[in-house]
C-alpha cells in the first residue's frame, strides 16, 4: 500500500514543523511522500524545508483554520498516494513507526467512542456532534478525535465533498467556509471524515472502539503537543490515555538525540 503523509500548517507553527519534521526523518518508514501544505502569502518562510511544500490560497482570518479543515478534506487533490496520514505540525514520533503500525488486515485503523457514552461523562468532546451532523445531514453515533493521526483513503474524500454538496446543495469549499469559525467550528476534519467513513464506508476501515474500552487503545506512536505555546513552554499533554505536565523541548531532545 502506498501512504504519503500530509501536514497543512502555516508560518506560525515553523519552529513546531521543524521539529515534527526531524522525528519524520527519524522513526518514519514506509511512507511514499511528505506533503506540506501552507498559505501562499506565507511560502518564502518554508524555504528551507527539505519536502514537499505546496502552497494554497487560504482564506483570510478568522477563517484560516476553517479553511486548513477544508484542505485535509481535499487532500485527494493534495497527494497522489492511495491513503493519506493526516499529521499536524505539533506532533513528534518518539519511536520507530511504520506503515503497518495504522493498518490491520489491510485496513486504515479509525479510532472512535459512542456520544452517548461522552455525553453521560460529562466529555467536552461532545461539543463536535451539532456541527458534524448539521455537515453530514444526519446524526452519528461516533465522535472520531480519538487519536492522532489519522490515515484515510483516497476514495473517501471526493464521495465526502460530493456528499456535502448534494445534502446542502451547493459547492462544497464555499458552504465549509460558511461555517461558524469559533471554537467548537462547524466545520472540522477528523469527525467529518470518520462519520462519513462509519455510515457510508464501513468495509474500507479497521474500527476500533473505545466506549468503556480503554484498553483496547493502541499505543501512542506519537506524542501531540499544543503549537499555541512555544516549544520551550510548560504545558499540558495526553500519551497513551495518561496527562502529564511537561516542557515540549526538553522531551523533544532527548527524543530527537
Same mark, same amino acid.
Given at each position: 500500500?502506498?501512504?504519503?503523509?500530509?501536514?497543512?500548517?502555516?508560518?506560525?507553527?515553523?519552529?513546531?514543523?521543524?521539529?515534527?519534521?526531524?522525528?519524520?526523518?527519524?522513526?518514519?518508514?514506509?511512507?511514499?511522500?511528505?506533503?506540506?501544505?501552507?498559505?501562499?502569502?506565507?511560502?518564502?518562510?518554508?524555504?528551507?524545508?527539505?519536502?514537499?511544500?505546496?502552497?494554497?490560497?487560504?482564506?483570510?482570518?478568522?477563517?484560516?483554520?476553517?479553511?486548513?479543515?477544508?484542505?485535509?478534506?481535499?487532500? /485527494?487533490?493534495?497527494?497522489?498516494? /492511495?491513503?493519506?496520514?493526516?499529521?499536524?505540525?505539533?506532533?513528534?514520533?518518539?519511536?520507530?513507526?511504520?506503515?503497518?503500525?495504522?493498518?490491520?488486515?489491510?485496513?486504515?485503523?479509525?479510532?472512535?467512542?459512542?456520544? !452517548?457514552?461522552?455525553?453521560?461523562?460529562?466529555?467536552?468532546?461532545?461539543?463536535?456532534?451539532?456541527?458534524?451532523?448539521?455537515?453530514?445531514?444526519?446524526?452519528?453515533?461516533?465522535?472520531?478525535?480519538?487519536?492522532?493521526?489519522?490515515?484515510?483513503?483516497?476514495?473517501?474524500?471526493?464521495?465526502?465533498?460530493?456528499?456535502?454538496?448534494?445534502?446542502?446543495?451547493?459547492?462544497?469549499?464555499?458552504?465549509?467556509?460558511?461555517?461558524?469559525?469559533?471554537?467548537?467550528?462547524?466545520?472540522?476534519?477528523?469527525?467529518?471524515?470518520?462519520?462519513?467513513?462509519?455510515?457510508?464506508?464501513?468495509?474500507?476501515?479497521?474500527?476500533?472502539?473505545?466506549?468503556? !474500552?480503554?484498553?483496547?487503545?493502541?499505543?501512542?506512536?506519537?506524542?501531540?503537543?499544543?503549537?499555541?505555546?512555544?516549544? /520551550?513552554?510548560?504545558?499540558?499533554?495526553?500519551?497513551?490515555?495518561?496527562?502529564?505536565?511537561?516542557?515540549?523541548?526538553?522531551?523533544?531532545?532527548?527524543?530527537? !538525540?
Amino acid at each position: 500500500m502506498i501512504v504519503d503523509v500530509l501536514i497543512v500548517t502555516h508560518f506560525k507553527d515553523k519552529a513546531w514543523l521543524d521539529l515534527c519534521l526531524k522525528s519524520i526523518g527519524k522513526f518514519l518508514s514506509g511512507f511514499n511522500e511528505v506533503v506540506v501544505l501552507v498559505p501562499q502569502h506565507e511560502l518564502r518562510g518554508f524555504h528551507d524545508v527539505k519536502v514537499r511544500v505546496t502552497p494554497f490560497d487560504q482564506a483570510p482570518d478568522p477563517k484560516g483554520h476553517l479553511h486548513h479543515c477544508i484542505q485535509k478534506c481535499r487532500a /485527494d487533490i493534495w497527494c497522489g498516494a /492511495d491513503y493519506i496520514l493526516f499529521l499536524d505540525a505539533d506532533c513528534l514520533f518518539r519511536e520507530p513507526t511504520s506503515v503497518s503500525d495504522y493498518f490491520v488486515d489491510g485496513k486504515p485503523v479509525l479510532l472512535m467512542e459512542s456520544y !452517548a457514552s461522552m455525553q453521560k461523562e460529562g466529555n467536552p468532546a461532545v461539543c463536535w456532534l451539532p456541527g458534524t451532523t448539521d455537515v453530514l445531514g444526519f446524526m452519528p453515533t461516533h465522535e472520531f478525535m480519538r487519536r492522532h493521526p489519522a490515515v484515510h483513503c483516497r476514495e473517501l474524500f471526493s464521495a465526502f465533498r460530493s456528499h456535502v454538496e448534494k445534502v446542502h446543495q451547493q459547492p462544497f469549499e464555499p458552504y465549509a467556509l460558511s461555517r461558524r469559525h469559533e471554537n467548537p467550528c462547524g466545520f472540522n476534519d477528523f469527525n467529518n471524515l470518520g462519520a462519513f467513513a462509519k455510515h457510508y464506508m464501513p468495509e474500507r476501515y479497521y474500527f476500533i472502539d473505545l466506549t468503556n !474500552a480503554p484498553f483496547m487503545r493502541p499505543r501512542d506512536h506519537l506524542i501531540q503537543y499544543w503549537s499555541h505555546r512555544r516549544p /520551550d513552554e510548560m504545558q499540558e499533554r495526553w500519551l497513551d490515555g495518561q496527562k502529564k505536565n511537561v516542557c515540549p523541548l526538553a522531551e523533544i531532545r532527548r527524543l530527537l !538525540a
